[in-house]
């Protein structure tokens, strides 16, 4: 017998050992692949939201900084309107959005603005303003909180961000 007999049909083992590797690597590299993209899309989302948010806060205290009109209704305590779906959401909603459209949102960024009286000065003004943002996705929505105590001519912010939706 020689070498080359006893050789015969360890190749096809080997070949096919080395394809089966290749092959569950290149699956692990798509895989892994296709989760960072979704989770570049998600954190994208997740920007766009805070973005709009953040946007139309700073255009609700642009108007409530740049109004001359002393707060109505004011709350004793701290408001907790923005709280309620209602004030969001349907016929009777007191949120305003402060831009027509938003770029690949899938809604307008809103605003509730709530007065409160935080102090006994008669002539400071204070209110709570509460924004919402939303990104491409149903998943993607973004809460902003502007304090805001005007006395005079000077201007006191205090921000936060809400980091769960409250309804």
Sequence with gaps: MTPRSKSRGTVLPIVLLLSSM???TASAWLESSIVATRSAASLRDRVQAFHAADSALA???RMVVDSSDPPQNAFA???TGWRAKASFEGAGASAIAPFVAWP???RVPQCLIEPWSRSGDASARSYLLTA???GASGDAE???QLEIEIAGSSVKRRWRRVVAKPF
């Design 59 to 61: 255009r609700c205290s």
């Design 104 to 106: 690949y949102a899938r």
């Design 22 to 24: 290749m092959l569950v």
């Design 142 to 144: 973004s809460w902003l």
């Design 132 to 134: 919402r943002g939303f």
């Design 77 to 79: 305590g701290k408001p």
